[in-house]
């Protein structure tokens, strides 16, 4: 960059570690094409700087690392709570494709670190309650409890795993960009397949039907080439801004305290801003569902290929 380009603040993002392979990611993800209209890389550094560094910034704060075993679950309230019973915390890794691809990559290390993310439900049902001497039966409680273990982004270190978060983050955020060209794209289709009904209706219709037709037509071809300018690449970077310029509406993380006994059932009397209240951290945005995450860190983790988990569930099943 120039003289010129520093002196009006052109270069300001150019010492951000790793921007110019973003761009051409995040790019890739919406419209290749885009690589070859005017402007590439330039206009993109913006909206791609600002969504890069939310997405680093995210993914350093998503609490952890929290170590998973089977001493955890029976010391740690929050780990005790993330699963059904002891024995799932091992099943629910042994079961991760991710585990199996990670040790065959890394097969000198029984460490890793990685990105958990589980979906929480609460559900009511009638319980039992101690009121002082008194035991109470039919008592509504909300039991809190999750499903669908996955692991992501793993790797043998703290700081890589965060990283790949980070990347994996920003890929959501393009991705939300390409979400919004796909949606005109379907609209203009739509749009098109109505015209063409119009067209087909106006042919047979009669001189009281006719005027309304004919204005519904004009719209809707109105609106065609209003759609058909907007998909014109160079019109691209409006979407790029939208999304990448304001990536806190589109990706955040929300932390909820809850107070939680070992049974998973939640005491709404209790105190969220005291020492047993356990804090979720929901990522809204990632996906079309919202997933509880944290950082794990976990060690001498048995890997079974897939034939031993199989025969240990059809012995489960005949017992």
């Known amino acids: 960059m120039g ?24 790019v890739s993800t919406v419209e290749p094409l885009l690589k070859q209209t005017g402007g590439y890389p330039e206009i993109y550094r913006k909206p791609v700087a600002t969504a890069l560094e939310y997405a680093r910034s995210l993914a350093a704060s998503i609490p952890g690392p929290v170590e998973i075993n089977r001493e955890s679950y ?21 079961a991760s494709r991710a585990l199996q691809d990670h040790y065959r990559e890394y097969s000198s290390t029984d460490k ?6 589980m979906r929480r439900f609460e559900k009511t049902v009638a319980g039992i309650e101690l009121s ?8 509504i409680q909300n039991v809190v409890y999750f499903t669908s273990h996955t692991l992501e982004d793993l790797a043998p270190s703290e700081n890589q795993s965060r990283d790949q978060a980070a990347w994996s983050l920003f890929d959501s955020l393009a991705g939300k960009v390409r979400k919004r060209v796909d949606t005109r794209k379907r609209d203009k289709h739509s749009q098109l397949q109505q015209k063409d009904s119009l067209i087909a209706r106006l042919r047979t219709a009669d001189a009281q039907t006719r005027p309304a037709l004919e204005e519904e037509l004009s719209k809707t071809i109105t609106g065609i080439q209003s759609i058909t300018s907007l998909l ?11 999304v990448l310029l304001n990536p806190e509406k589109h990706l955040r993380l929300n932390r909820i305290p809850m107070v939680l006994d070992r049974m998973g059932i939640r005491q709404d009397s209790g105190d969220t801003s005291g020492e047993g209240a356990i804090t979720f951290n929901e990522l809204v945005g990632f996906d079309r569902r919202d997933w509880t995450v944290t950082m794990v860190y976990c060690s001498n983790i048995p890997i079974q290929s897939f034939a031993t988990r199989l025969d240990k569930a059809c012995r489960e099943l005949a017992i």
Not at 3 to 26: M, Q, V, W
Not at 232 to 242: C, G, K, M, T
């Open 232 to 242: 014109e690449l160079r019109n691209y970077i409006e979407d790029f801004e939208a």
């Open 112 to 117: 890793l670190y990685a990105l958990m993310g």
């Open 132 to 139: 002082g001497q008194t035991i109470q039966r039919d008592v």
């Open 3 to 26: 003289i010129l380009g520093r002196l009006f603040g052109h270069d300001r993002n150019e010492d951000i570690p790793g921007l110019l392979p973003a761009i051409e990611r995040a």
């Open 74 to 94: 029976a010391s740690d309230p929050f780990v005790h709570s993330l699963f059904p019973s002891v024995d799932y915390v091992q099943d629910a890794f042994l």
